[in-house]
């Protein structure tokens, strides 16, 4: 079946804390994408891969990190948490780099990360 | 850069009664469009685009939505509601010329709740 994995579904943490949430994706996808999602501001974009090797920020990167050693795996890192960023995280993937390819963008279920 | 904005934060609404969820953006160039659904528990799924063409958009589960560029506006309607199209509902907006999806702006978010 065709997915976008993320793992855990659930993550509670302390500050400070070095955490990684996991993305997978079976799909051969170049684009892959992290958002997180926050009550009454819906989705933002963290950081986004076009492909192995290529990552940007997105609109909210601070304190987050990304890898893209391989086509099916983009990592979030946390490498020291904050309250601030107790968020539902997503995970997302397209086969193509842009909308116009008419490629759409396939999500994961999600991740609830509370930081205390 | 494009902006949306998403008027109503939550609509309740009878099952079989219509509804409508309105989306306004912002943007100096042309636009690509999206409406997602989030169901509780589950990442978000597309539910119909525009992309270019024909404003009025068919998508999945009765939904259609019409682009209107001299209001900015691209609102989604259902002409009956069932108790299953309770979640969450995204407008999305996107450069038209972009090579990116890392331009997608996210609205705030619909709450839609149907009752009996």
């Known amino acids: 079946e065709a997915q976008v994995t993320q793992n855990p579904r659930y993550l509670i943490t302390v500050t400070g804390k070095k955490l990684t949430v996991t993305c997978s994706q079976n799909?051969?996808?170049?684009?892959m994408s992290w958002y997180r999602q926050d009550p009454g501001l819906g989705l933002r974009q963290i950081y986004y891969s076009m492909n192995v090797e290529v990552t940007d920020k997105g609109d909210v990167p601070e304190g987050y990190k990304v890898s893209r050693k391989e086509k099916r795996n983009f990592p979030l890192i946390l490498e020291s948490p904050s309250p601030n960023q107790t968020s539902l995280y997503f995970c997302?993937?397209?086969?193509?780099?842009?909308?116009?390819?008419?490629?759409?963008?396939?999500f994961g279920n999600g991740t609830r990360l509370t930081v205390t | 850069a494009q902006s949306v904005t998403q008027l109503d934060s939550q609509v309740p609404v009878f099952e079989e009664a219509p509804v409508e969820l309105r989306c306004n953006y912002s943007s100096s160039v042309s636009v690509y469009l999206f409406w997602y659904v989030q169901y509780p528990n589950q990442g978000l799924q597309l539910l119909l685009k525009y992309l270019s063409g024909s404003t009025l958009v068919k998508g999945i589960n009765g939904f259609e939505a019409e682009f209107n560029k001299s209001q900015t506006s691209f609102h989604l309607r259902k002409p009956s509601v069932h108790i299953s199209d309770t979640a969450e509902y995204f407008c999305?907006?996107?450069?038209?010329?972009?090579?990116?999806?890392?331009?997608?702006?996210f609205g705030a978010g619909t709450q839609v709740v149907v009752t009996p």
């Open positions: 997302a993937s397209s086969l193509l780099g842009a909308p116009r390819d008419n490629s759409p963008l396939h």
């Open positions: 999305a907006v996107s450069e038209g010329t972009t090579d990116s999806w890392g331009k997608l702006q």
């Open positions: 799909m051969n996808h170049e684009y």
